[in-house]
């Protein structure tokens, strides 16, 4: 099992940048990919981004393509989500998620870190 800690929520203008962080600990080793989730008030989880951890390919959300960007540290395990541009709409509870190697599933959640964005 892997454990997720995230940070770096917080309010900001729109227009304004934040990063968030995603920790890692306990069987790192068998970890695939991480990504990014988020769900706003009244809607369904969605898909952010995604990173795999060993090759650092990347894969974007339509609707951050361009303001978004993932990154990793291995010597860290740790994720990194760089929003610039952020927009009214881009307000929800942010979730770090880890998916194991050989499945096919994000199983591995982290508590979510509110992320508001105001105009």
């Known amino acids: 099992q892997v454990q997720l800690v995230e940070s770096g929520g917080g309010l900001v203008q729109a227009g304004g940048s934040l990063r968030l962080s995603c920790a890692a600990s306990?069987?790192?080793?068998?970890?695939?990919?991480m990504g990014w989730f988020r769900q706003a008030p009244g809607k369904e989880r969605e898909f952010v981004t995604q990173?795999?951890?060993?090759?650092?390919?990347?894969y974007y959300a339509d609707f951050v393509k361009g303001r978004f960007t993932i990154s990793r540290d291995k010597s860290k395990n740790t994720m990194y989500l760089q929003m610039n541009s952020l927009k009214p709409e881009d307000t929800a509870v942010y979730y770090c998620?880890?998916?194991?190697?050989?499945?096919?599933?994000?199983?591995?959640w982290g508590q979510g870190t509110q992320v508001t964005v105001s105009s």
């Open positions: 998620a880890v998916r194991s190697q050989g499945t096919g599933v994000f199983g591995s």
């Open positions: 990173i795999v951890w060993s090759g650092a390919s990347t």
């Open positions: 306990g069987r790192t080793s068998s970890m695939y990919a």
